[in-house]
């Protein structure tokens, strides 16, 4: 709770900071370049010059990048005009990525590489006043084994009470070179060191990893500010569930952080692939099967109300593809004459041969040959809002709306959900078997909540165990995520993907497709490491979710 | 063998495994992305072994029929017509199914007994049962992870061929194919096959297709046809490849730093 002194501080701060605006500050708007616009160009842009796969991880930290990664600030604002604070931006990417490519840790050495680049820096430095132009965009890092991570730090944990629908996420500043120490996981966090509240975070320059006494409230935006003055260095990681989320990438340096064995677990055991050692662990995620029965009937009531339109809009446009792909020409029966068959049939009527009778046109459904099965992401990042949408909901719709259409065409579809904490604890709720009718299943999807990671591998596993039970002729699983693999214990970043992938290869071998998709942009950047080319399709907005998922299974039975 | 006036540039030692197969009557598969020289490949070679080329195109609705021939009605009489099978295998010519992974399941079968001992062609429609003279060759191609249908060709189909994978040529070989196909200086066609080499590492993150050395060729025709070379790849390469304007930029961006 704010107290009344609080709130009056931080209006006239607020007022202060809109009305006097420091000249520098000033000059600086007039010139600022964001990278967010345009990050995706500069990714390309990296690609392209390293001429191997790298990533753009936003960072102010004055680096140039690490072996895989292009580090690239926020803003720039030093230059004194935009365009050359653009190329600033251009210039950085680019010998970033020639860094990575030669993996030469001093940029002037690399100047050679590319010919035009001496005159366009030339070109910049009267542009930057005193600033250093080398100085500016920083070394590269190779030196340290810094194993790529994401990660999300859980900041302002709180305990879940009252307002539970309500969970902020804020994309925070990427962050490199990070300690990480675990918190106590099993003990519920008790008297507390009194030593930094919140309250006080905007006085503080580094945050050093002390596990805090929580209060009630989701305050993230009003702390958001406070926040991203943070520096990072040091993090804690606790099994708490967030209030909100302060989502940043950050790079730790190389620690283990394997747990030791705790007691066995149960469930049924897969196994996870080790790129590092190139061969999989056994039995090291244990997968928990549940099969969800509550069901919310209002809620489906509601949504099947709210989203009407969307649904009639679907079904029309999957008939007409359903329509204008199943005809099956050269039947013995059907409701139109073929006239390519009917003609042969005359030519060979006339050349003394016997004419085929095969000669109409049958419009199929064919409703054996197609088992999917659609697994949702229920992490604890599906509960954020984007565009005044909690992730989940948005989801929740969707499926519902795909669910409703694809019944009519598709006999085996299954819907399931899957999160996980760490690898003993990985959930699979079964909202709807394969077999299980549509209309009793649907109402299920209501009482969805979010919870825990997305340890991706261990569901898709378990999922294509589900399918090869069944006997159709095609076999697909559908994955809604928003494209991060993590988990508790370690199962991030390069690791993650790799399982994924390998995940996906196996499934492959033994006939059963995966196809991803995402809402989220950025979700380029990792999901062509994890899926093949077509196997994915990323939306900018939830509403075309739908359609995009409903045109995948489309093509699905185009292909039978 | 003559020298064939198609201009085609060695990788490897594909002349030599094709003149072979020719020899030995084995049907070849060729693999590889659009735009790498599959086509061209086969021009130079039946150019080179001084036999007639049939190329046929083959899509979703190519049948058996319009592959081994159909009766047409003419005022109230029937005639029989070959198709482009059926008159290769009567010829001795050397049969090219591009894209074959395309066409329809009946009209892969179809080709089936040409590519074993046999070597026949039954026409049902006529009652006909050709024996390939030894000079008939079939060559395949497909273009693998191209189609978004999802569309592979069977094993029983594959089994049946001798595979040549082709990839984009190296940097050296594609700059010589590139001033050998078009008369550009060596730098300017150097420049163009970097540019190439860079988009495409883009190609893994599924953005785009591939720059075919093609596109190059355009490029460099373009070239030395007075455009200016900037603009000449923009044109040829970037525009081709992509509608997505963060790609097109930094494509862009690319070609102004190489050219």
Known sequence: MFEWEENVFLGIKALHRRLFVSPRERAASVVRVHLAPRRQQWFLLANMIAEKPVAVFETPNAVLCDHERVFLPPEFSIASTPEANEHLFQLKTILAALAIKTRVADPKALLDEIPALKSRIADLQPLLGETDFWQLIGRAEFSRANEPRHSKTLANVLEAAQQPENVTEIEGKGQTNVQVQLGDDDQPVEAEMPIHTFEKAETLEEYSGLDRKTDDEDELEEHAEALHKLDMKHVVRTRERPRSIYRSDIVMDGLSLDFGSDAPAGGIPYPEWDFKKQQHKPAWCHIQPRTQIEADAAWAQSTATKHRAVILDLRKKLAALATQTQRAKRQPHGPELDIDAVIAAQVAQHSGHAPDERLYIQRQRRLHDVAALVLMDQSFSTDSWVDDARVLDTIRETLFCVGEVMDEFIETFAVAGFSSNTRRQCDFHLIKDFRDPWRTSRARLGRLEANGYTRIGPALRHAQELLTRQSAEKKVIFLLTDGRPCDYDRYEGEYGIRDVRKAIETGTRHGIMTHAFAIEQRAREHFPRMFARQHYDIVPNPKALAASMCGAFARLRLAC | ?259
């Not at chain 2, 085609?8 to 030599?16: A, F, K, N, P, Q």
């Not at chain 2, 006529?126 to 569309?151: C, D, K, V, W």
């Not at chain 2, 001798?162 to 300017?188: A, H, M, N, W």
């Open chain 2, 1 to 259: 063998m003559s020298t064939p006036a198609v201009f085609y540039l060695e990788t490897g030692r594909e002349s030599e495994l094709f003149a072979k197969a020719w020899e030995a009557r084995l049907p070849l598969m060729l693999k590889g992305p659009t735009g790498c020289g599959k086509t061209r490949f086969v021009e130079y070679m039946a150019a080179k072994l001084g036999r007639p080329l049939i190329t046929v195109s083959c899509n979703e609705d190519t049948t058996a029929t319009d592959l081994l021939g159909r009766h047409l009605l003419i005022g109230g009489e029937t005639k029989w017509t070959d198709g482009p099978v059926t008159r290769a295998v009567r010829e001795g010519a050397i049969l090219y199914l591009d894209e074959v992974a395309e066409a329809r399941a009946d009209a892969i079968v179809v080709i089936h007994s040409l590519t074993d001992h046999r070597r026949e062609l039954f026409l049902d429609r006529t009652g006909e049962t050709l024996h390939a003279p030894p000079e008939f060759m079939l060559i395949i191609s497909y273009n693998p992870g191209y189609q978004r249908s999802m569309r592979e060709l069977k094993p029983s189909t594959r089994q049946r061929f001798i595979g040549l994978g082709f990839g984009y040529p190296s940097t050296d070989i594609e700059t010589r194919i590139v001033t050998g196909e078009t008369g550009v200086d060596e730098k300017q066609a150097r420049s163009l096959v970097s540019i190439a080499t860079k988009v495409r590492s883009l190609t893994e993150l599924s953005l785009l297709e591939s720059v075919s050395t093609r596109l190059l060729v355009d490029a460099a025709k373009l070239i030395r046809a007075g455009l200016p070379p900037r603009y000449a790849a923009t044109v040829a390469i970037a525009e081709p490849l992509t509608d997505d304007p963060d790609a097109l930029a930094a494509i862009k961006q690319v070609i102004e730093l190489t050219l």
